[in-house]
T-cell receptor, first 112, second 111 residues
Framework: DAGITQSPRHKVTETGTPVTLRCHQT?????MYWYRQDPGHGLRLIHY???????DKGEVSDGYSVSRSKTEDFLLTLESATSSQTSVYFC???????????FGSGTRLTVV | SQQGEEDPQALSIQEGENATMNCSYK?????LQWYRQNSGRGLVHLIL?????REKHSGRLRVTLDTSKKSSSLLITASRAADTASYFC???????????FGQGTTLQVKP
């Protein structure tokens, strides 16, 4: 999707290892979000950011941390990956709190 | 907690037919949005309807909103095979900039 990229696109990791997913935007949008998508659960918000170094927890934040040191980058870290964190992770950006989101293409993470 | 719930969960129609998907939500909202997700891709915004609007059109899309019933519907007219995707409604119940998505309706349009 234009203006927002996620990396890596696919990752397989072992239980207990740390994993960092990256979301990079070129739109200079203030708001950034991390969601996970699982069958039967739809999209659930993990963490979000409303500015550099301003982040907050979402619905399913346990086991995840985030950092935003620059406007363009929002990192999601799984400190010690578990099999329950196998999912597709989506980053989204928003220009303001009342506007629509633009989504990245997703990262498929498998924890074995 | 699930704010928006779509109905039906899955829908299969022939090309040229109309497709209707419904979304119900629980708390007051300022607006409701619909997104589409093609297989293996991120979500794409389709349309936003504000709480003071009852109906909105965009090309072959028609969205209605009934705030008294806390429900919305998305109608795709003259469907095409390319409309095959999952469709999600989303709301921001607390006006906090955090969208809550329903579980989606999977639409299959057969050529």
């Amino acid at each position: 999707d234009a203006g927002i990229t996620q990396s890596p696109r696919h990752k397989v990791t072992e239980t207990g290892t740390p994993v960092t997913l990256r979301c990079h935007q070129t739109e200079n949008h203030r708001y950034m979000y991390w969601y996970r998508q699982d069958p039967g659960h739809g999209l659930r918000l993990i963490h979000y950011s409303y500015g550099v170094k301003d982040t907050d927890k979402g619905e399913v934040s346990d086991g995840y941390s985030v950092s935003r040191s620059k406007t363009e980058d929002f990192l999601l870290t799984l400190e010690s990956a578990t099999s329950s964190q196998t999912s597709v992770y989506f980053c989204a950006i928003g220009e303001s709190e009342l506007v629509v989101y633009t989504f990245g293409s997703g990262t498929r993470l498998t924890v074995v | 907690s699930q704010q928006g719930e779509e109905d039906p969960q899955a829908l299969s129609i022939q090309e040229g037919e109309n497709a209707t998907m419904n979304c119900s939500y629980k708390t007051s909202i300022n607006n409701l949005q619909w997104y589409r997700q093609n297989s293996g891709r991120g979500l794409v915004h389709l349309i936003l309807i504000r709480s003071n609007e009852r109906e909105k059109h965009s090309g072959r899309l028609r969205v209605t909103l009934d705030t008294s019933k806390k429900s919305s519907s998305l109608l795709i007219t003259a469907s095409r095979a390319a409309d095959t995707a999952s469709y999600f409604c989303a709301t921001d119940p607390g006006n906090t900039g955090k969208l809550i998505f329903g579980q989606g309706t999977t639409l299959q349009v057969k050529p």
